[in-house]
C-alpha cells in the first residue's frame, strides 16, 4: 500500500499500566494501518483495550512499545510541547462529553482550536462549518442553551472548519437519542467522504455499519476486522466475540 495513502500507522503498539497489583497490558502488539479518506469503528467487549488504542493513535498517551505515526511524523519522536501543537493542527477530537466550553458561543468553540495555535480566523469558513451540521442560526447560542445533539454537532463543525488529517471520535453517540445519533452518523460519514480520516471507537452495532471498516478487540489484541458490513452483521460478530474464551481463538 503506498504510504502516501495511509493516515495512521500503528507499528506494535502495546501500552501496559502499572499498579499496586502489579503490571496491567491494555494493549498487545497491535499493528495496523488507517487508510485516508476512511471511517473506521473500533469495537470489543468492555476492557478490551478500545480507548487505550484511540488514546494511543491520537498522542493522548504514549505506548509503552510500538510506534504511532499520523502521516509522516511519528508522535514517539516529538516532545510534548511539539506534540500539543502537532494534535491542534493536525487533529479533531469528538468525544460523547462534547467538550465545548460554556462560556463561549457555538461561533468561538468551533473557531477556538484555530485561536489557541495563533491562527486568523476565517468568519466565513466558521458559519460554513454551523451551516453543514444545520447551526448556522445558532451560532450566537451557548452550550447550555443547545440541546445534545447540537452540541455534538457544534463538535463536529469545529473539526469541519479545521480540516485536520484524522477526526478521532469516541463514543460520540453515547449520550444521544438514536434518531439524533443518526444525524451525528451522517455527518462523520460525510467527513470521511470529503477526505478526512474518522476512527470512532463505539459498542453499538448500528453506529459501527456506517464505517468503511470495523476493527474488533480482545484482550488488547486485534482479533477481527470486518469492511462494509450492515448491523446485524456487526452484531453477530461481536456476540461471537463475546463467546470466545480465546481473545483471537476462531477469528479471522
Same mark, same amino acid.
Given at each position: ?29 497491535? +499493528? ?5 479518506? +476512511?471511517?473506521? *469503528?473500533?469495537?470489543?467487549?468492555? !476492557?478490551? !483495550? ?11 498517551? %504514549? ?9 509522516? @511524523? ?6 510534548? @510541547? ?6 491542534? +493542527?493536525?487533529? *479533531? ?17 468551533? #473557531?477556538?482550536?484555530? $485561536? ?22 445558532? #451560532?450566537?447560542? &451557548?452550550?447550555? =442553551? ?10 463536529? #463543525? ?10 478521532? *471520535?469516541?463514543?460520540? @453517540? ?15 460519514? =460525510? ?22 471498516? /470495523? ?5 488488547? &489484541? ?11 452483521? /456487526? #452484531?453477530? $460478530?461481536?456476540?461471537?466475540?463475546? %463467546?470466545? @474464551? ?7
Amino acid at each position: 500500500m503506498p504510504t502516501d495513502t495511509i493516515a495512521i500507522t500503528l507499528d506494535g503498539v502495546s501500552r501496559t499500566y502499572h499498579s499496586r497489583a502489579g503490571q496491567v497490558p491494555a494493549l498487545r502488539g497491535v +499493528t495496523h494501518r488507517f487508510r485516508r479518506g +476512511t471511517f473506521t *469503528a473500533v469495537m470489543g467487549p468492555s !476492557g478490551s !483495550g478500545k480507548s487505550t488504542l484511540l488514546q494511543l493513535a491520537a498522542g493522548l498517551d %504514549r505506548p509503552s512499545r510500538g510506534r504511532v505515526t499520523i502521516g509522516d @511524523t511519528d508522535l514517539g519522536r516529538l516532545d510534548e @510541547t511539539a506534540l500539543t501543537s502537532f494534535r491542534r +493542527t493536525a487533529m *479533531a477530537f469528538v468525544f460523547q462529553s462534547y467538550n465545548l466550553l460554556d462560556a463561549l458561543t457555538a461561533y468561538d468553540n468551533v #473557531a477556538l482550536p484555530a $485561536r489557541l495555535a495563533g491562527q486568523p480566523i476565517d468568519r466565513a469558513a466558521v458559519l460554513d462549518a454551523l451551516r453543514r451540521v444545520g447551526l448556522h442560526d445558532l #451560532a450566537h447560542r &451557548r452550550p447550555p =442553551e443547545l440541546s445534545g445533539g447540537q452540541q455534538q454537532r457544534v463538535a463536529i #463543525a469545529r473539526a469541519l472548519y479545521s480540516r485536520p488529517a484524522v477526526l478521532f *471520535a469516541d463514543e460520540p @453517540t453515547g449520550a444521544l437519542d438514536r434518531g439524533t445519533g443518526r444525524v451525528v452518523l451522517h455527518l462523520l460519514r =460525510e467527513v470521511a467522504d470529503d477526505g478526512q480520516t474518522v476512527v470512532m471507537v463505539t459498542h453499538d452495532p448500528l453506529a459501527a455499519s456506517y464505517a468503511d471498516e /470495523v476493527l474488533f478487540l480482545a484482550d488488547g &489484541r486485534l482479533v477481527a476486522r470486518l469492511h462494509g458490513a450492515d448491523a446485524a452483521q /456487526v #452484531a453477530q $460478530r461481536m456476540n461471537d466475540l463475546e %463467546r470466545v @474464551t480465546e481473545p483471537d481463538g476462531g477469528q479471522r
